[in-house]
Protein backbone atom coordinates (compact mmCIF):
# COMPACT_ATOMS: atom_id res chain seq x y z
CA UNK A 1 0.00 0.00 0.00
CA UNK A 2 1.37 3.27 -0.99
CA UNK A 3 0.66 6.29 1.09
CA UNK A 4 -0.48 9.70 -0.24
CA UNK A 5 -0.75 13.13 1.28
CA UNK A 6 -4.05 13.70 2.15
CA UNK A 7 -5.42 10.03 2.44
CA UNK A 8 -7.57 8.79 4.84
CA UNK A 9 -6.41 5.41 7.06
CA UNK A 10 -7.22 3.64 9.56
CA UNK A 11 -4.47 2.01 11.69
CA UNK A 12 -4.37 0.83 15.72
CA UNK A 13 -2.83 2.96 18.20
CA UNK A 14 0.73 1.22 19.42
CA UNK A 15 2.27 3.58 21.60
CA UNK A 16 1.77 6.49 23.79
CA UNK A 17 4.28 9.30 24.70
CA UNK A 18 3.79 12.52 26.10
CA UNK A 19 4.09 14.57 22.51
CA UNK A 20 1.86 11.91 20.11
CA UNK A 21 0.70 8.49 19.33
CA UNK A 22 2.22 5.93 17.07
CA UNK A 23 0.12 4.47 14.97
CA UNK A 24 0.95 0.65 13.14
CA UNK A 25 -1.10 1.31 9.49
CA UNK A 26 -0.67 -2.26 8.13
CA UNK A 27 2.46 -3.70 6.01
CA UNK A 28 5.04 -2.96 8.23
CA UNK A 29 4.65 0.71 8.47
CA UNK A 30 3.92 3.09 11.60
CA UNK A 31 3.22 7.22 11.54
CA UNK A 32 3.55 9.51 14.47
CA UNK A 33 0.30 11.83 15.45
CA UNK A 34 1.58 14.97 17.07
CA UNK A 35 -0.52 16.07 20.59
CA UNK A 36 -0.93 19.34 18.26
CA UNK A 37 -3.50 17.03 15.93
CA UNK A 38 -5.15 14.64 18.48
CA UNK A 39 -8.14 16.11 19.25
CA UNK A 40 -10.16 20.01 17.29
CA UNK A 41 -9.63 21.15 21.15
CA UNK A 42 -6.73 21.51 23.61
CA UNK A 43 -5.20 18.56 24.23
CA UNK A 44 -3.21 18.05 27.66
CA UNK A 45 -3.03 14.38 27.86
CA UNK A 46 -3.32 12.52 25.24
CA UNK A 47 -4.57 9.00 27.10
CA UNK A 48 -7.74 11.54 27.88
CA UNK A 49 -8.35 10.86 24.27
CA UNK A 50 -6.73 7.49 22.99
CA UNK A 51 -5.70 4.10 24.62
CA UNK A 52 -3.17 1.63 23.10
CA UNK A 53 -4.68 -0.86 21.07
CA UNK A 54 -7.80 1.18 20.16
CA UNK A 55 -8.06 1.94 15.80
CA UNK A 56 -8.51 5.23 14.75
CA UNK A 57 -8.88 6.72 11.60
CA UNK A 58 -6.52 8.97 10.51
CA UNK A 59 -5.03 11.51 7.80
CA UNK A 60 -1.77 11.77 6.00
CA UNK A 61 -0.24 14.31 6.42
CA UNK A 62 3.25 13.93 5.79
CA UNK A 63 5.35 11.50 4.18
CA UNK A 64 9.33 11.90 4.34
CA UNK A 65 12.30 10.33 2.58
CA UNK A 66 13.60 9.19 5.72
CA UNK A 67 10.01 6.91 6.13
CA UNK A 68 8.56 8.98 8.82
CA UNK A 69 5.08 9.50 8.53
CA UNK A 70 3.20 12.44 9.91
CA UNK A 71 -0.85 11.69 10.99
CA UNK A 72 -4.01 13.41 12.11
CA UNK A 73 -6.62 12.33 13.95
CA UNK A 74 -8.55 15.84 14.24
CA UNK A 75 -7.98 16.44 10.53
CA UNK A 76 -9.88 12.95 9.28
CA UNK A 77 -13.07 14.18 11.51
CA UNK A 78 -15.80 14.35 8.97
CA UNK A 79 -17.25 18.04 9.92
CA UNK A 80 -14.73 19.47 12.77
CA UNK A 81 -15.62 22.45 15.12
CA UNK A 82 -13.98 25.47 13.68
CA UNK A 83 -11.04 26.60 15.50
CA UNK A 84 -11.52 28.28 19.04
CA UNK A 85 -8.51 31.14 17.78
CA UNK A 86 -11.01 32.05 15.14
CA UNK A 87 -11.22 35.81 14.64
CA UNK A 88 -15.17 36.03 14.93
CA UNK A 89 -16.07 34.70 18.31
CA UNK A 90 -15.02 36.46 21.10
CA UNK A 91 -12.05 34.65 23.81
CA UNK A 92 -12.32 33.87 27.06
CA UNK A 93 -9.23 33.06 29.33
CA UNK A 94 -10.57 30.48 32.10
CA UNK A 95 -8.09 31.42 34.38
CA UNK A 96 -4.44 31.96 34.99
CA UNK A 97 -2.00 34.81 36.41
CA UNK A 98 -2.43 37.69 35.91
CA UNK A 99 -4.26 41.01 37.86
CA UNK A 100 -6.46 41.35 35.15
CA UNK A 101 -9.85 39.87 34.21
CA UNK A 102 -9.79 38.56 30.91
CA UNK A 103 -13.06 36.20 31.28
CA UNK A 104 -16.80 36.43 30.60
CA UNK A 105 -18.56 39.49 33.20
CA UNK A 106 -22.23 39.62 33.73
CA UNK A 107 -22.82 37.17 30.73
CA UNK A 108 -21.05 39.09 28.29
CA UNK A 109 -18.53 38.34 25.86
CA UNK A 110 -15.86 40.05 25.29
CA UNK A 111 -13.88 41.15 21.53
CA UNK A 112 -10.35 40.83 21.09
CA UNK A 113 -10.27 45.10 21.42
CA UNK A 114 -12.00 44.88 24.46
CA UNK A 115 -9.67 42.71 26.28
CA UNK A 116 -6.91 44.64 24.89
CA UNK A 117 -8.29 48.07 26.10
CA UNK A 118 -8.83 46.07 29.07
CA UNK A 119 -5.59 44.85 29.52
CA UNK A 120 -3.62 48.54 28.47
CA UNK A 121 -5.27 49.97 31.69
CA UNK A 122 -4.34 47.20 33.43
CA UNK A 123 -0.59 47.70 32.49
CA UNK A 124 -0.72 51.66 33.04
CA UNK A 125 -2.43 50.99 36.36
CA UNK A 126 -0.02 48.62 37.04
CA UNK A 127 3.12 50.96 35.86
CA UNK A 128 1.79 53.15 38.04
CA UNK A 129 1.50 51.34 41.51
CA UNK A 130 5.18 50.17 40.73
CA UNK A 131 6.68 53.88 40.20
CA UNK A 132 5.18 55.22 43.05
CA UNK A 133 6.61 52.22 44.94
CA UNK A 134 9.85 52.26 43.95
CA UNK A 135 9.43 56.76 44.49
CA UNK A 136 8.71 56.21 48.23
CA UNK A 137 11.05 53.70 49.18
CA UNK A 138 13.67 55.82 47.71
CA UNK A 139 12.18 59.19 49.21
CA UNK A 140 10.50 61.88 47.31
CA UNK A 141 12.63 64.33 48.70
CA UNK A 142 13.70 65.84 45.28
CA UNK A 143 16.98 65.32 44.84
CA UNK A 144 18.62 62.69 42.26
CA UNK A 145 21.15 60.19 42.69
CA UNK A 146 24.53 61.76 42.95
CA UNK A 147 23.69 65.12 43.67
CA UNK A 148 25.63 66.54 46.41
CA UNK A 149 24.39 67.78 49.88
CA UNK A 150 25.17 71.21 50.68
Known sequence: ??????????????????????IDLGEGKTGMVHISEIAPTYVNEIRD???EGQEVKVKVLTV??????????KKAIDN???AA????????????RGGADFGRRNNESMTFE???????????????????????????????RGAKFG
Do not use: C, W
Not at 64 to 73: E, P, V, Y
Not at 89 to 94: L, S
Open 114 to 144: DMMNKFKQSSDEKMYDLKRSVESKRGSSGTK
Open 64 to 73: GTDGKIGLSI
Open 80 to 82: PPP
Open 85 to 96: HSPQKPFRREGG
Open 1 to 22: MQLEVGSLVTGKVTSITKFGAF
Open 49 to 51: HLT
